[in-house]
């Protein structure tokens, strides 16, 4: 695996000052028709005697997105997504790029629009420009003479009908906007050179602040098409392309192949010709194959993901005209600009008088280059495939932030968040996403109030129970990381976020939602019960929200604990006080169906849902036996709307802390399986996206749960070792911690006894099960061992 050459600052060292001008086009550029972003393109050529091992380092930023190339080669892409009012410029290593000669260096800007959407998720000025600094050998890359430039024509950017967020269909037409500018021979004596920041005419427009990019850049793999699915027209001989050859097609042919990656994932695309002027290619992305949609993106019907004789691929194509001038030595190459998210793509080849030689397509998948070193195996076969497809979601829903779904949103909401850095953390110590994310969301909203649902995002929503979930994502980074120093910068936001809260808070102790209105949206989850009303709950006319008072209950909670942490005392019991006296009062309020034994999801009329009772658990208002009793009754009812994967990390959770384990059900996952998928899908009502990492469970369940490994003390300084029980004959694996890797293996002796063996830094106490017989602990300098047995209760339960 390997990434874009982008350089991590080392701890202490003096990154440069990235205050200064930024280039620009000596005249404002034109739009597009019925594009949504303006281009632009700067390349120099650089002489170079000899090349050294030596970095040569060039600091890129630019509005609204760039991709720099050096000897036609991609190096890097960026900025990183603005936080807040904050931009980030990337450190771009260029030298391993370099060969003694002539050296091209092409940097293509993209800047979306202030009046269309565009990529939503990409914040914008408005105001095209590039920053450049830095040196290349005698060459300072930071002045405008070293550079030539050009406005883009013959490129628009789409805002699609399936990816209607993001802004990246393009319509490109090879004559005027190929990729001959990245050769060396390219004539740009027609490029003008770019204007400094206070020449340009939109000069009034002040630049944003800049930092340096706290994340490192994507992966870079090549990855090989698995196989061609279907063909328009099985006379062509579509294996060649497998085998690496080209492919050649006839004027006056209009024909189709679908290729098939093997599974989904996030790749940046990039197709080649020769000659065949005036061919029209197309390049369709599709998650899977499926029936004709009911109402297209929203509500699709999906079966076996696999299945072309009933099915068909649908989404928004790319299209290239090519120019001709390709040749075998250096044949013309379209890439659309961003990645694209696919199982499937349908190449469409539409040949003008000329025949088109058509090249392999090539794949290059990309996402966050998480370090991964948590494991996890046990006796069961199916949950391996449950981890493998959980961790291949995960991966292709992180890349500049974490993503809700990368083929039609790439937006990072905050409860698919917080399910999704509680995973990485159980697989990785490399925490940089989760903190951008912490600080995406503390930065976002209203200072004195919510977050937003969503950040970065161009178009504000507030999702209110989303705000907190953004407190208990920050109680689990304290949990896992204990970073100190930079949790005491969100205390005031927290603070802001549950004041809101308190606001909202009745006499008799339900949170009052304000109305589903403009950018407000009283999102719970996406279940049946709940279509029409796009996954609200009936709130009634009072708008008594049960499901948020139990979520503002915990959310307090989860504040005490990091306040705690951050050593305020009397903040943490300030907040547990105002915890039990809401818990307190709706404990023995209206929610509570006396009749049916459930909560209601208001403060009348008949329980609606699951997630009443799962809420009531989490925050703590009903615990022990009776937590046990309304899970297993409100799990096997069929008349309450049930969790989705949304919310299965909140049931998994309520379940386990109920100690109704066996009421955990995967079939959902299977029946994913059996449809073909390979990653897990958004939700059964729309049935619209097929990656979505909230359904990623299994990577905390295993290991917080079956083998029973889970933070007791900030910073993983105490961990409780607790494996749920089990039918498995054994599990395995590792959790790493800031204290080094925590490894569980335990075994089954007979029906009902399980030997446990704990590893962990010698430093990190160890807390078994309180069920914990026979224990023993053996500790030297470096490590302890402790075990253990436990019996399980899981076939008595």
């Given at each position: 695996?390997?990434?874009?050459?982008?350089?991590?600052?080392?701890?202490?060292?003096?990154?440069?000052?990235?205050?200064?001008?930024?280039?620009?086009?000596?005249?404002?550029?034109?739009?597009?028709?019925?594009?949504?972003?303006?281009?632009?393109?700067?390349?120099?050529?650089?002489?170079?005697?000899?090349?050294?091992?030596?970095?040569?380092?060039?600091?890129?930023?630019?509005?609204?997105?760039?991709?720099?190339?050096?000897?036609?080669?991609?190096?890097?892409?960026?900025?990183?997504?603005?936080?807040?009012?904050?931009?980030?410029?990337?450190?771009?290593?260029?030298?391993?790029?370099?060969?003694?000669?002539?050296?091209?260096?092409?940097?293509?800007?993209?800047?979306?629009?202030?009046?269309?959407?565009?990529?939503?998720?990409?914040?914008?000025?408005?105001?095209?420009?590039?920053?450049?600094?830095?040196?290349?050998?005698?060459?300072?890359?930071?002045?405008?003479?070293?550079?030539?430039?050009?406005?883009?024509?013959?490129?628009?950017?789409?805002?699609?009908?399936?990816?209607?967020?993001?802004?990246?269909?393009?319509?490109?037409?090879?004559?005027?906007?190929?990729?001959?500018?990245?050769?060396?021979?390219?004539?740009?004596?027609?490029?003008?050179?770019?204007?400094?920041?206070?020449?340009?005419?939109?000069?009034?427009?002040?630049?944003?602040?800049?930092?340096?990019?706290?994340?490192?850049?994507?992966?870079?793999?090549?990855?090989?098409?698995?196989?061609?699915?279907?063909?328009?027209?099985?006379?062509?001989?579509?294996?060649?392309?497998?085998?690496?050859?080209?492919?050649?097609?006839?004027?006056?042919?209009?024909?189709?192949?679908?290729?098939?990656?093997?599974?989904?994932?996030?790749?940046?695309?990039?197709?080649?010709?020769?000659?065949?002027?005036?061919?029209?290619?197309?390049?369709?992305?599709?998650?899977?194959?499926?029936?004709?949609?009911?109402?297209?993106?929203?509500?699709?019907?999906?079966?076996?993901?696999?299945?072309?004789?009933?099915?068909?691929?649908?989404?928004?194509?790319?299209?290239?005209?090519?120019?001709?001038?390709?040749?075998?030595?250096?044949?013309?190459?379209?890439?659309?600009?961003?990645?694209?998210?696919?199982?499937?793509?349908?190449?469409?080849?539409?040949?003008?008088?000329?025949?088109?030689?058509?090249?392999?397509?090539?794949?290059?998948?990309?996402?966050?280059?998480?370090?991964?070193?948590?494991?996890?195996?046990?006796?069961?076969?199916?949950?391996?495939?449950?981890?493998?497809?959980?961790?291949?979601?995960?991966?292709?829903?992180?890349?500049?932030?974490?993503?809700?779904?990368?083929?039609?949103?790439?937006?990072?909401?905050?409860?698919?968040?917080?399910?999704?850095?509680?995973?990485?953390?159980?697989?990785?110590?490399?925490?940089?996403?989760?903190?951008?994310?912490?600080?995406?969301?503390?930065?976002?909203?209203d200072p004195m109030g919510l977050t937003e649902s969503r950040a970065p995002s161009v178009e504000p929503q507030f999702?209110?129970?989303?705000?907190?979930?953004?407190?208990?994502?920050?109680?689990?980074?304290?949990?896992?990381?204990?970073?100190?120093?930079?949790?005491?910068?969100?205390?005031?936001?927290?603070?802001?976020?549950?004041?809101?809260?308190?606001?909202?808070?009745?006499?008799?102790?339900?949170?009052?939602?304000?109305?589903?209105?403009?950018?407000?949206?009283?999102?719970?989850?996406?279940?049946?019960?709940?279509?029409?009303?796009?996954?609200?709950?009936?709130?009634?006319?009072?708008?008594?929200?049960?499901?948020?008072?139990?979520?503002?209950?915990?959310?307090?909670?989860?504040?005490?604990?990091?306040?705690?942490?951050?050593?305020?005392?009397?903040?943490?019991?300030?907040?547990?006080?105002?915890?039990?006296?809401?818990?307190?009062?709706?404990?023995?309020?209206?929610?509570?169906?006396?009749?049916?034994?459930?909560?209601?999801?208001?403060?009348?009329?008949?329980?609606?849902?699951?997630?009443?009772?799962?809420?009531?658990?989490?925050?703590?208002?009903?615990?022990?036996?009776?937590?046990?009793?309304?899970?297993?009754?409100?799990?096997?009812?069929?008349?309450?709307?049930?969790?989705?994967?949304?919310?299965?990390?909140?049931?998994?959770?309520?379940?386990?802390?109920?100690?109704?384990?066996?009421?955990?059900?995967?079939?959902?996952?299977?029946?994913?399986?059996?449809?073909?998928?390979?990653?897990?899908?958004?939700?059964?009502?729309?049935?619209?996206?097929?990656?979505?990492?909230?359904?990623?469970?299994?990577?905390?369940?295993?290991?917080?749960?079956?083998?029973?490994?889970?933070?007791?003390?900030?910073?993983f300084a105490a961990a409780t070792i607790d494996p749920a029980p089990s039918e498995l004959e054994w599990a395995k694996?590792?959790?790493?911690?800031?204290?080094?890797?925590?490894?569980?293996?335990?075994?089954?002796?007979?029906?009902?006894?399980?030997?446990?063996?704990?590893?962990?830094?010698?430093?990190?106490?160890?807390?078994?099960?309180?069920?914990?017989?026979?224990?023993?602990?053996?500790?030297?300098?470096?490590?302890?061992?402790?075990?253990?047995?436990?019996?399980?209760?899981?076939?008595?339960?």
């Amino acid at each position: 695996m390997r990434s874009f050459d982008v350089v991590q600052a080392e701890p202490g060292v003096q990154l440069p000052d990235l205050e200064g001008p930024w280039f620009g086009l000596p005249v404002e550029s034109a739009i597009e028709p019925d594009s949504v972003a303006t281009s632009m393109r700067f390349r120099t050529q650089l002489q170079m005697d000899s090349c050294s091992d030596a970095p040569a380092v060039l600091y890129v930023c630019a509005d609204s997105r760039y991709r720099l190339s050096v000897n036609q080669e991609l190096v890097a892409v960026g900025p990183a997504k603005a936080s807040g009012s904050t931009w980030f410029a990337d450190a771009v290593d260029v030298g391993p790029h370099l060969r003694p000669g002539i050296n091209t260096i092409g940097i293509d800007v993209v800047s979306y629009t202030t009046s269309a959407l565009g990529n939503s998720s990409v914040p914008r000025m408005g105001r095209p420009g590039l920053l450049v600094r830095g040196s290349i050998g005698e060459t300072d890359c930071s002045k405008p003479a070293v550079w030539k430039c050009q406005p883009v024509a013959g490129r628009q950017f789409h805002q699609g009908h399936y990816t209607l967020f993001l802004g990246i269909q393009e319509t490109v037409d090879g004559e005027s906007s190929g990729d001959a500018w990245l050769q060396p021979g390219f004539n740009d004596s027609q490029w003008q050179q770019p204007v400094l920041n206070e020449q340009w005419p939109l000069a009034f427009v002040p630049r944003p602040t800049l930092a340096h990019r706290p994340i490192p850049q994507l992966t870079l793999d090549p990855t090989p098409v698995a196989a061609i699915s279907t063909t328009s027209n099985d006379a062509f001989e579509w294996g060649q392309l497998l085998r690496g050859e080209s492919l050649q097609i006839p004027a006056g042919t209009d024909v189709s192949v679908d290729l098939d990656a093997g599974v989904l994932m996030t790749a940046f695309l990039s197709a080649a010709f020769e000659g065949g002027p005036g061919t029209r290619i197309e390049i369709t992305a599709a998650e899977c194959y499926e029936e004709t949609p009911i109402q297209s993106p929203w509500l699709r019907r999906k079966n076996d993901r696999t299945d072309h004789i009933i099915g068909d691929l649908y989404g928004d194509a790319d299209s290239y005209t090519v120019s001709g001038d390709g040749t075998k030595e250096q044949p013309e190459r379209y890439s659309p600009y961003w990645f694209r998210t696919f199982r499937f793509i349908r190449l469409r080849i539409i040949t003008a008088e000329t025949p088109v030689r058509i090249h392999p397509l090539t794949l290059t998948q990309t996402h966050y280059p998480l370090e991964i070193s948590g494991t996890f195996a046990s006796s069961s076969a199916l949950d391996r495939i449950l981890w493998d497809v959980s961790l291949r979601t995960l991966l292709n829903c992180m890349h500049e932030t974490f993503e809700d779904c990368p083929y039609y949103e790439q937006l990072q909401y905050a409860m698919d968040t917080r399910s999704q850095a509680l995973f990485s953390l159980y697989l990785s110590t490399d925490d940089r996403l989760i903190r951008r994310a912490i600080e995406d969301f503390a930065a976002s909203g209203d200072p004195m109030g919510l977050t937003e649902s969503r950040a970065p995002s161009v178009e504000p929503q507030f999702i209110p129970g989303f705000s907190l979930y953004w407190i208990q994502m920050v109680a689990d980074h304290v949990a896992h990381v204990g970073d100190r120093s930079f949790t005491e910068r969100f205390m005031g936001r927290i603070d802001a976020v549950l004041r809101q809260f308190d606001d909202w808070v009745s006499a008799d102790g339900f949170v009052i939602s304000p109305a589903d209105d403009g950018p407000v949206w009283n999102f719970v989850d996406w279940t049946d019960a709940w279509r029409s009303t796009m996954g609200v709950p009936d709130l009634g006319p009072r708008r008594a929200n049960t499901i948020t008072t139990f979520m503002y209950i915990n959310a307090l909670r989860a504040a005490a604990s990091i306040v705690q942490f951050c050593g305020n005392s009397a903040i943490a019991r300030e907040y547990l006080s105002r915890a039990q006296a809401i818990a307190d009062c709706i404990g023995t309020s209206t929610a509570w169906d006396e009749t049916k034994r459930y909560f209601r999801d208001t403060d009348r009329g008949r329980p609606q849902s699951v997630h009443a009772q799962v809420w009531a658990v989490i925050s703590g208002v009903v615990s022990g036996a009776q937590a046990s009793d309304l899970l297993r009754r409100a799990t096997a009812d069929e008349e309450l709307a049930p969790c989705s994967y949304a919310a299965a990390v909140d049931l998994f959770d309520a379940l386990r802390q109920a100690g109704v384990d066996d009421c955990i059900n995967w079939k959902p996952w299977e029946d994913m399986l059996a449809a073909n998928l390979t990653t897990w899908a958004e939700d059964t009502v729309s049935l619209r996206s097929d990656c979505h990492a909230w359904g990623s469970v299994p990577l905390q369940h295993f290991p917080r749960y079956i083998l029973g490994i889970s933070p007791a003390a900030p910073g993983f300084a105490a961990a409780t070792i607790d494996p749920a029980p089990s039918e498995l004959e054994w599990a395995k694996g590792t959790v790493p911690t800031p204290q080094g890797p925590i490894t569980v293996h335990w075994t089954r002796l007979d029906d009902e006894i399980r030997l446990v063996t704990v590893t962990a830094p010698a430093g990190v106490e160890l807390r078994p099960a309180e069920a914990a017989a026979d224990k023993a602990e053996v500790i030297n300098a470096e490590q302890r061992t402790l075990t253990f047995t436990l019996r399980t209760n899981l076939l008595n339960a």
